[in-house]
Each structure stands twice: as structure tokens, then as C-alpha cells.
């Protein structure tokens, strides 16, 4: 890997930084330009609430739950890329409630101008990170592209009513995040070259730590709704929720966990356009404290690459989920409540 290791991945992207997706606003006004699809009754979650994934039933008794996600490099290190597009990927699945069976890659790739084996590692670190997660790679599409990217389409499977969606929150419930946030911040400053080598294998290790211990753990619990921080970031992704769910929620922002040195990292301005996109579209449906400045207002709603999961549990068994999630080396903490006040809001405190 001698001649790989000379290449900065980052730096061959046009935007670099967090794989943001389209923005949340931009996107849903393209969505309002489509034909309705026909009506199908065995499409369990479709479109209408942003959820994570599709499910679509097969029997009584199973669906198959499907995802596909792929960005621009976030790290430099192509095995890591590769690892942390896979966990990405993956997390989906979780997110609502899946088990994950199959992947295809998604391969765009500058084959004339880098060397084969950066892509080689790529492969090999999502491969690696597909044997962790239990699940078989059945095949995949590549381009010859000038920029690179990768990602994977997953598919899982589950029982129609054990789903997991982002719109079944209910008042009581307390809102534990499995990961900490401030990861688009942080990749951003990967490609400035304003982290040590030490922070830059901290960050890569959360985005390439699954959620399949945070996801088998919370099985046991009643988590009324789930969904994944990833693009859309902390606010993004809860308003999806509150929204889905027609309640309110609290967050408590003290109890959030960052990585470190963020809000350093965002003053010298490693603040990715996305997260930006994120806090424009939410700030109409957040109340945010008066004394709160702008840089902690976009850490909450920072592009995230491979977050936690967000679970709205049962309001009596989330200390209980906290501590075993804890126990099994989850960074897991209790960041919010749901509450019947302002529905479709969130209430920053």
C-alpha cells in the first residue's frame, strides 16, 4: 500500500467533508414533483415519514427491509473508507428493527488515474465489515468516475410487526442516542488538517462502529420509535421524528455527547455546508435557548457519517437500556424526552 498511502482521499472529492446527503428541503421539493406511486398494500414504510428504510411484506410473517446509501471519502485511509460506508450502510437496517442479510456495492472509482489497489482496500474494508455484521455480499455495480465513491444497497429482513419506525414516539418515552455527534465537523477538519492522528483514528472508529450491539440490545426493551443520525444530523433527524410521531420532544443538550474538541474546530470555521443546510431547514420547528450561540446550534444539527441510533423507549425501562447498553461498551446516553406539549416541535433545553 506504499503508493496509496501518499494520496489523500479527501482531497480528490469537489465538496470533501461530511458525504453530506441533498438537502433536506431541496430534496423534499423534488419529491413533491413525482407521480404518486400506485397503491400497494404490502408497503409497510414507504416515503411519507423520511423513514431510514422500505419494508415491503412478503408473508404474514416476513418483509424484507430495504436501503441503499454511498458518499465521497471521509477519511483518507482507504480500508477505513470502505469500513465506514459499510457501517453506514448497514445501520439502516438496524435503525428499523432489521436484521441485515445481503449488500451490493456501489462502486464510482477513477480507475485510469489511481492505483487499482486503493480500491482493492475499499472493498476490503467494507467486506470486513460485512462478516462482522453477519451479512453476504452477493455481487454489485462499478463506474469509471472522477470522483471517487462508494457505498452499499442492503436488504434485511423482519417481521411486519416488530418494524421499527421514526413516527411511533410517545409521551414518557425517554430518548437515549447510542453515538456521539460532531462527526462532520470532524471529518471536515480531516481534509484541513487540523486533526492529530489520534483524533482522526477516534472519529474513523465510531463512524466504522456498527449498531448491531446498541440494536440486539434494545430488542429486549420497548422502544416505541428508532431511527438513525446520519446527513440530516441530531435536530434533523428528531424532528423527522417528532414530526412522524405528532409529539413534541425535549433535548437535553448538556447531556448530548460530542466528540472532542468540536466546538474548537467549529470556530476556526470546519463547519461543512451541510450541517448549515440542516440548521436552516430545522430552525423554524426548534426553540432554541436564548442564551445558546450559533456554533452550539449547528454542533446539534451537524452532518453526521455512521451516527447512533436515536431511540424513543419506554419511559420506565430507559435507565435500565442505558445501563446495559453501558455494560456492553455502547456511548450511549439519555439526551431527551417525549412530551404531548408543541407537537412536531422540539424544545431545546
Not at 465521497?72 to 442479510?101: C, H, K, R, W
Request: aromatic share 4%; glycine share 10%; proline share 5%.
Amino acid at each position: 500500500m506504499a503508493q496509496s498511502e501518499k494520496i489523500k482521499l479527501t482531497s480528490l472529492t469537489t465538496k470533501g467533508g461530511c458525504g453530506c446527503k441533498i438537502g433536506p428541503a431541496d430534496l423534499q421539493q423534488v419529491m413533491r414533483t413525482l407521480p404518486q406511486t400506485l397503491p400497494d398494500s404490502n408497503l409497510l414504510v414507504g416515503l411519507d415519514t423520511s423513514d431510514d428504510a422500505g419494508v415491503y411484506r412478503l408473508t404474514d410473517d416476513l418483509a424484507i427491509v430495504q436501503t441503499v446509501d454511498f458518499f465521497t471519502p471521509i477519511v483518507d485511509e482507504p480500508y477505513s473508507f470502505g469500513q465506514v460506508a459499510a457501517a453506514n450502510a448497514i445501520s439502516d437496517i438496524y435503525a428499523m428493527g432489521g436484521t441485515p442479510l445481503t449488500a451490493l456495492n456501489i462502486v464510482a472509482f477513477p480507475i485510469s488515474t489511481l492505483p487499482k489497489q486503493i480500491l482493492a482496500e475499499i472493498l476490503r474494508g467494507a467486506g470486513d465489515k460485512l462478516k462482522e455484521a453477519g451479512v453476504t455480499l452477493v455481487g454489485g455495480h462499478s463506474i469509471d468516475d472522477k470522483e471517487p465513491k462508494f457505498g452499499l444497497a442492503v436488504t434485511g429482513k423482519i417481521h411486519p410487526d416488530r418494524i421499527r419506525t421514526n413516527a411511533g414516539a410517545k409521551p414518557g418515552d425517554r430518548l437515549i442516542l447510542t453515538k456521539p455527534i460532531g462527526v462532520g465537523i470532524s471529518t471536515t477538519s480531516i481534509k484541513r488538517g487540523l486533526l492529530s492522528e489520534t483524533e482522526i483514528e477516534r472519529v474513523t472508529a465510531v463512524m466504522a462502529t456498527l449498531n448491531k450491539n446498541a440494536a440486539d440490545i434494545s430488542q429486549g426493551y420497548t422502544v416505541h420509535a428508532s431511527t438513525d443520525v446520519t446527513g440530516f444530523g441530531l435536530l434533523g433527524h428528531a424532528t423527522e421524528m417528532a414530526q412522524g410521531s405528532k409529539t413534541g420532544l425535549h433535548i437535553f443538550k448538556d447531556k448530548v455527547p460530542v466528540l472532542s474538541r468540536v466546538r474548537e474546530l467549529a470556530e476556526q470555521g470546519a463547519v461543512p455546508g451541510g450541517t448549515k443546510n440542516n440548521f436552516a431547514h430545522v430552525e423554524s420547528s426548534v426553540d432554541f435557548p436564548d442564551h445558546m450561540d450559533q456554533i452550539e446550534k449547528w454542533i446539534l444539527c451537524d452532518a453526521v457519517t455512521s451516527g447512533g441510533l436515536l431511540l424513543a423507549v419506554d419511559g420506565s425501562e430507559a435507565e435500565r437500556l442505558l445501563n446495559e447498553l453501558v455494560r456492553a461498551g455502547v456511548e450511549a446516553a439519555i439526551i431527551g424526552e417525549v412530551v404531548s406539549e408543541h407537537p412536531g416541535r422540539i424544545r431545546v433545553l
